[in-house]
């Protein structure tokens, strides 16, 4: 079972829809490193100030990882919230580097575990996985993250992208607050990264609906709504997630329709 509950998010997207769901039993004060301060709203569609790094974690490692873990974290010297990204059905972890890098370079630790992604194995067990790496950020990701970095387990956060990442949530119930931001111009694997290494995860973009715009915009725009989203319900700082709902046309796509169902 999910064993950090003190403040607790989870985000999903699936087709052209993003959906932000949240279960939070206390908002803990700001954790901003350098101060709690106000930001433009679209800052959080641009690369944040943090620069970050990639981390291939292997079952063999010393950490003794549940699965592989594809991490991406802050260097600078700090204590980051803990973002569990699930990755989609057929997909790879490392499918969505860019679109990690953009969140975790405004001052997250991104933990993508690698899930079986094929028919033959259930849900079940992938479910159990993702319970298992969630444990294990307590004691094994201080092993393996960059020096004088260190992880805020109190507050995490579990995402997820299609049939694997809403299944790896579903241990969790869904209420409000939400929110639905729904990307009309672009398609289910849009936020992928431009060249894929993994066989699988071409074939899946193939058969796809994909839209006719930039996908660094596409990438560039889930990232900054699920910054403005922890944020506000991680942070404590609603600004950038009020001014986004108020005036969806600050993002670098379009966004309609836009839902905000706090209560």
Known sequence: ??????????????????????????????????????????????????EVTKIIVKTSDASKPPTELFIVAPVL??????????????????CYTSLLQHIASHGYIVVAPKFYGIPWISMTEEIKKAALVTEWLSTGLPVVLPEKVTRDIQNLALSGHTADGVNSSSSLTSKPPSCYFLARDYGHCDMLDDTLDDWNARRVR??????????????????????????????????????????????????????????
């Open 77 to 94: 010297k700090g204590t980051y919230p803990v973002l569990l990204f699930c990755h989609g059905f057929l997909l790879a972890n490392t």
């Open 206 to 263: 193939s058969v796809c609906k994909s839209g006719k715009g930039s996908k660094d915009l596409m990438r560039r725009s889930v990232g900054g709504i699920v910054v403005a989203f922890l944020k506000s319900y991680l942070g404590g700082d609603e600004d950038d997630l009020n001014a986004i709902v108020d005036d969806p046309s600050i993002a670098p796509i379009t966004l309609d329709p836009v839902i905000y169902v706090k209560e």
């Open 1 to 50: 079972m999910f064993i950090y509950n003190r403040a607790f998010v989870y985000i999903y997207w699936t087709e052209m829809l993003l959906i932000l769901d949240l279960k939070i039993n206390e908002r803990p004060n700001c954790f901003d490193l350098m101060g709690c301060h106000m930001s433009e709203p679209y800052d959080v569609f641009k690369t944040g100030n943090y």
